[in-house]
């Protein structure tokens, strides 16, 4: 079946334009995760949904960032006024349970530059 | 000290051999855990969930040793294909579906 996907792949921006990155989850996956990944690093978690509500953001940065899931299956990340340093790799995750663990599957994602 | 620690390595290792990776967990209420894969540029791929019996996927077995808060990942018959980063998981609070992901540990498997 259909994977998750993200789109744009790609995305430059100026700095201190919005941008608006996009996920489509695994029909029928009711968690959905975005993370950030930087060079060298693992991806960092930013968000999760349960249905269509913010279970836990507490690893959105700052003001800036925001999602919606409004739905509860397609998911946008919004920033605003973006900044040179919010330039990574924006992962989308959805995830399904097996044997009572929540094993999630990653979306290939939309790597941001702000210039 | 970090939530999720790994080697970040590299390791080299040559083609038949065994390697094995620890990834030390900060939280011992932690509940999940698990091993992914990430190829350069791709995103992770799930490897395998770590039971707290320990499991084994062909020449992949994981480890969850609760006493020392440590998860390994042992890879027998090293093949040129495993060559990559894997990066461990941990959900250190019970009852949210909040991850943490460690650094990776990058192994090199030389013909």
């Known amino acids: 079946g259909a994977g998750v996907s993200q789109t744009p792949s790609n995305k430059v921006t100026e700095k201190g334009k919005y941008v608006e990155l996009r996920c489509d989850p695994i029909?029928?996956?009711?968690?959905l995760y975005w993370y950030r990944q930087s060079l060298g690093q693992g991806p960092e978690f930013l968000i999760y949904?349960?249905?269509?509500?913010?279970?836990?953001d507490s690893g959105l940065p700052n003001d800036r960032f925001f999602a919606v899931r409004p739905e509860g299956s397609v998911s946008t990340l919004k920033i605003q006024r973006t900044e040179r340093g919010d330039s990574a790799m924006y992962l989308c995750?959805?995830?399904?349970?097996?044997?009572?663990?929540?094993?999630?599957?990653f979306g290939p994602g939309t790597r941001l530059t702000v210039t | 000290r970090k939530e999720v620690e790994q080697d970040p390595g590299p390791f080299n290792v040559p083609e038949g051999a065994t390697v094995a990776f620890n990834c030390t967990y900060s939280?011992?209420?932690?509940?999940?855990f698990f091993w992914y894969r990430q190829d350069c540029r791709k995103e992770p791929k799930l490897l395998m969930s770590?039971?707290?019996s320990g499991n084994e996927d062909g020449r992949f077995t994981a480890q969850l040793n609760r006493a020392s808060q440590y998860i390994s990942l042992l890879i027998r018959d090293s093949k040129l294909s495993d060559s990559a980063t894997y990066l461990c998981?941990?959900?250190?609070?019970?009852?949210?579906?909040?991850?943490?992901f460690g650094t990776g540990t990058r192994l090199k498997v030389l013909a």
């Open positions: 995750a959805s995830s399904l349970e097996v044997a009572g663990l929540y094993e999630q599957y």
């Open positions: 029909s029928g996956h009711t968690a």
């Open positions: 770590v039971y707290s």
């Open positions: 998981v941990v959900n250190p609070v019970s009852g949210t579906y909040k991850y943490i």
């Open positions: 939280n011992s209420a932690s509940q999940s």
């Open positions: 949904f349960q249905g269509t509500g913010a279970a836990d």
